[in-house]
């Protein structure tokens, strides 16, 4: 007799809303877990939560980590393009009970985070370029 597989909460959420590739919702949860890390606030308690713009930043480093200079087009790959593409993952993955929130928190503090192309790009270009 097999025993039914649990459901996959990442699966009904694409299935619910397909802008964004279930890779996408699997880095956001890694990087917001390296954020933690790097902020020092622990899985499981209290102090965990963290802002949009540190998330943000949390993903941008988390990404330039992984893909190097390959980040920005594995994310637009996703259907990332923006970082309100971000607020929209969480927002998304709160809306299916994966992540919470606070009262506090809104799609709003994802908002012009950064330039893509400066935030994944102009890291890897040379130190005289990166201004232009």
Known sequence: MELPRPKDPIAALVAADDRYHRDAYA??????????????????EKTRHITGQELLEGIREYALKEYGPMALTVLSEWGIRRS???GEIVFNMVEHGILSKTENDSRKDFQDGYDFEKAFRSPFRPSSTRAL
């Open 84 to 86: 309100e593409d971000f």
């Open 27 to 44: 880095f956001l949860k890694e990087a917001l877990e390296y954020t933690q890390r790097t902020l020092k606030r622990p899985v499981g």
